[in-house]
């Protein structure tokens, strides 16, 4: 078959152009098309079917099977080889149709005849709406360009849809699945918190609403000049950023430089404009090729470049006029960022002021842009499925940052409710606040220290108005990963100097970079590591190159000149390691010292216990240094060889394991033993019940975000520790998987709240 040569795609889109304007109505076009398809391809059927509610494909034309079948036939969603191609939202090719396991057999259709099968869903915002499908007798297999044409037609089915509503908009429910209608979508809280605003896709998509153009020299005008534009910005790109870009970034971008004048590629571009499409679904057209073609290459090297070639068709789509890039740090209103997953840095690079709330449909709780967000106060709902194929750009949402869930197109009546939320938050909020001046000492007497972790100058403008006891934890490396170069010593010194000045004499625990992971700094050149969490980071880094380290260190112990600082290693997996660490820190003391400035007036070293294998040299360390803090978020992850930014794997071990207390409660022993003050600063420390586990262990000292504070001091507030201490101690060498339950109930039995 095929009568497809060069000139036909253009007469099929003539055809579609000539339907799609003329008279009748929706049900009559759409069953012109199908024939015209089944023409055009030489296929005996061609039949559509649109997606109804409660995810059910209803046949809606077909030219080839039994007309008594139309708005008979129907398929579950992943029902047959239509239903299958709906929830896989690819194409489907088979020579042979019927030996397919899914193939699901319909009788009033009369399709036994009919072996080969092509199959396309029909897609509008990235969602199925339904599915296209062409059928032969004989057992053959459809071309690349039948695919790709059967794919173009399914725009115009797309487009026909929903511009004449064929399916009522009113037919789905709220988890019905169709385009504008509100949704409601549970989650996982990565960040707490209570915010509305417009979404932003994190990443472009490219949204074709007119597939066929009206004017077709009109089309290639706008084209051309998106060509133009993309040329010339990435142009521009390249030689104003120049000084910033690693090799391996200047290596992208010059991928880019050159794909955006790869001849072979405009061509296309501009040939998909000629057959008859919009600028839009040409760009669209030869994306899909470009994607349809990367599933096929296995050479991981092409399939980077191919995947820059796909991500230069987002570039494009946007240069095209009628749509524009967004500027990330000017945000023109209340915004709801909207990505699959998303680096810390990433976060860093909107608009504060503007930027209101997080939505993942990945991430994790101790991921590091859920802990910047948390730094920022900005919501996160993570581990929403689908998010980003649902939602449009611009779309009202509400993030439930309290129960992990999100309310897309909220109605009038949900957003009444969630304004309740918001009161009733801001009353909890007001009640923390009332606690904020109450010393943090147990209901028993015992004194406590509640910190809060930071990492911005704006943590440190908010740390009066927290009630915190100090910072616990100050991550240095945010800093670093904000700015497009690296610091220079007088910068960090100045920096340093004014968070120790606005903190008024409050203790702050200054940990050195932790880079290397996800915590990548866009300036440091750094080779692409396999399993980067266990790679070349943090201490590992600050020891192999220790100029970077020094330098860090020579701005701490300037900016703390005359004054207290304390600060800690990560990462520190040997007793030789802080030695060694130690010994350069010496140096700058010394050197400060004999300098006019002066040294700190006292100085504390300590390290994070983050890599199980220094607890084993516990009673060497706290000989050597003055304090530690449990970092549990890296030990969680290194004990239980849990990758802490997996979703698939995050609920898979507790927290609240006997294995993991029994560890920190030996910790918390040697510790007291050697007289070596220890805190936590990892996430555990921010939640009520975990914190409350902590107590029992024997810990008496926290950091945690400053969102997190009044709920662990309200429960700090209302326990016993004599009466805790007991219950929690004697799980550790139980064989359970958890004992969440059982401390849940204790504290609901003693008055504790968590
Ligand atoms: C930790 O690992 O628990 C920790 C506090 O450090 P970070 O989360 O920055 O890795
Ligand atoms: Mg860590």
Sequence with gaps: MSGLGVSAPRLLLRKLHQVMAGHGDAEQRLNEIVRLIAGNMIAEVCSCYLMRAGEVLELFATEGLKKEAIHKTKLRLGEGLVGDIAAQGRPLNLSDAQSHPQFAYRPETGEEEYHSLLGTPVLRGGRVIGVLVVQNRTQRSYTDEEVEALQTVAMVVAELVSSEQMVAATEFSETGGNATLPHHIDGTVLAEGLASGYAMLHEPRIEVFKTLAEDRSVELARMNAAIDGLQVSVDVLLTA??????????????????????????????????????????????????????????????????????????????????????????????????????GAAELLDYDRRQLKAVILSEGTRSSHVAIVARALGVPVVGQCSGIVDLVEQGDFILVDGEHGQIFLRPGEDVQQAFSGNVKQRAVRQAKYAALRDKPNISKDGIKLSLNMNAGLLIDVDHFHETG???????????????????????????????????????????????????????????????????????????????????????????????????????????????????????????????????????????????????????????????????????????????????????????????????????????????????????????????????????????????????????????????????????????????????????????????
Excluded at 271 to 286: N, P, S
Excluded at 293 to 310: A, C, I, N
């Design 241 to 342: 950023t120049n000084t910033l870009f690693t090799d391996e970034s200047r290596e992208i971008f010059e991928a880019y430089k050159m794909f955006a004048h790869d001849k072979g590629w405009i061509k296309k571009l501009l040939d998909a404009v000629r057959t008859g499409l919009t600028a839009e679904a040409a760009i669209k057209r030869v994306q899909d090729d470009t994607r349809s073609r990367m599933k096929e290459v296995t050479d991981p090297y092409l399939r980077e470049r191919l995947s820059e070639l796909d991500d230069l068709a987002n570039r494009l789509y946007l240069h095209l006029d009628g749509h524009r890039e967004f500027d990330r740090r000017n945000l023109e209103r209340e915004t709801v960022v909207v990505a699959r997953n998303m």
């Design 468 to 754: 915190a006891d100090g910072i616990g934890l100050f991550r240095t490396e945010l800093q670093f990963m904000v700015r497009s170069q690296m610091p220079k010593v007088d910068e960090q010194t100045a920096l340093y100097s004014k968070i120790l000045d606005n903190l008024n004499g409050a203790p702050v625990v200054f940990r050195t970079l932790d880079v290397g992971g996800d915590k990548a700094l866009p300036y440091m050149k750094t080779k692409p590591e396999e399993n980067p969490a266990m790679g070349w980071r943090a201490i590992r880094i600050g020891l192999d190159r220790p100029a970077l380290l020094r330098s860090q260190l020579r701005a701490l112990v300037r900016a703390a000149a005359g004054r207290d600082l304390s600060l800690m290693f990560p990462m520190i997996a040997e007793v030789s390691e802080f030695i060694e660490a130690k010994a350069i820190l010496n140096k700058e003391i010394e050197r400060a010292a004999e300098k006019a400035g002066g040294a700190p007036r006292t100085v504390k070293v300590g390290t994070m216990l983050e890599v199980p294998s220094i607890i084993w040299q516990l009673e060497h360390l706290l000989k050597e240094v003055d304090f530690v803090s449990v970092g549990s978020n890296d030990l969680m992850q290194f004990f239980f060889a849990v990758d802490r930014g997996n979703p698939k794997i995050n609920d898979r071990y507790d927290t609240l394991s006997p294995s993991l207390l029994k560890l920190l409660r030996k910790i918390v022993v040697d510790c007291e033993a050697a007289k070596v003050p220890v805190s936590v600063c990892g996430d555990m420390a921010g939640r009520p019940l975990e914190a409350m586990a902590l107590l029992g262990l024997g810990y008496r000292n926290f950091s945690m975000s400053a969102e997190t504070l009044g709920r662990v001091k309200e429960m700090a507030l209302s326990v016993d520790i004599e009466k805790l201490q007991d219950f929690v101690c004697g799980f550790c060498d139980s064989r359970d998987h958890s004992v969440r339950e059982q401390l849940r109930s204790f504290a609901q039995d003693h008055g504790i709240v968590v």
